[in-house]
T-cell receptor
Framework: AQSVTQLGSHVSVSEGALVLLRCNYSSSVPPYLFWYVQYPNQGLQLLLK??????LVKGINGFEAEFKKSETSFHLTKPSAHMSDAAEYFCAVSVVAGNQFYFGTGTSLTVIP | EAGVVQSPRYKIIEKKQPVAFWCNPI?????LYWYLQNLGQGPELLIR????????DSQLPKDRFSAERLKGVDSTLKIQPAELGDSAVYLCASSLLAGGLTDTQYFGPGTRLTVL
């Protein structure tokens, strides 16, 4: 079965510090991987996605993620946190062959001034 | 370009009452998704349409939930009768391509349902 695990339901960082949000997946076939962000009272918005091209994926708002097959990970990073980055972040995995799409449970990011 | 539109934004009903949610996807998008999001959880797919065909409804509780997408455009999700455990946010999303599991999904703001 395919699934996605986000370690840490809450992460706090200081403004200007590195943001690291963790995502691990389990899949028997190469997956497609996504990071979505949800601001309060808004719908989810795509940050970036991995579709088997470059393993380092750059997204919007300065975020990037690296697909590491050996670690079955797709961690999201940003070099310097901004107050506006405070939101809920969801990792998602898509396995086309299995016709399956799953979101993780989310990580709430707090940015401390 | 208008985004995904959902209505109502908020709904409060008593248990055993029926409720319906409406979604208008982005114009031209072939795939439409309904998700349920419980507090503190990620969205869970209820049903996925490609045009007017429900291609995945395996997670839809069919004893009380129903959905339709007439003419392959807007969609309605219905619950009858509602139970206390149905209190959640119901999200609608759309994507351009059919077979859209790899395509970017665009989400509406959701409908927050409270069942008393």
């Amino acid at each position: 079965a395919q699934s996605v695990t986000q370690l840490g339901s809450h992460v706090s960082v200081s403004e200007g510090a590195l943001v690291l949000l963790r995502c691990n997946y389990s899949s028997s076939v190469p997956p497609y991987l996504f990071w979505y962000v949800q601001y309060p009272n808004q719908g989810l918005q795509l940050l970036l996605k991995y579709t088997s091209a470059a393993t380092l994926v750059k997204g919007i708002n300065g975020f990037e993620a690296e697909f590491k097959k050996s670690e079955t990970s797709f961690h999201l990073t940003k070099p310097s946190a901004h107050m506006s980055d405070a939101a809920e972040y969801f990792c998602a995995v898509s396995v086309v062959a299995g016709n399956q799409f799953y979101f993780g449970t989310g990580t709430s990011l707090t940015v401390i001034p | 370009e208008a985004g995904v539109v959902q209505s109502p934004r908020y709904k409060i009903i008593e248990k055993k009452q029926p409720v319906a949610f409406w979604c208008n996807p982005i114009s031209g998008h072939n795939t439409l998704y309904w998700y349920l999001q419980n507090l503190g959880q990620g969205p869970e797919l209820l049903i996925r349409y490609e045009n007017e065909e429900a291609v995945d409804d395996s997670q839809l509780p069919k004893d009380r939930f129903s959905a339709e997408r007439l003419k392959g455009v807007d969609s309605t999700l219905k619950i009858q009768p509602a139970e206390l455990g149905d209190s959640a946010v119901y999200l609608c999303a759309s994507s351009l391509l059919a077979g859209g599991l790899t395509d970017t999904q665009y989400f509406g703001p959701g409908t927050r349902l409270t069942v008393l």
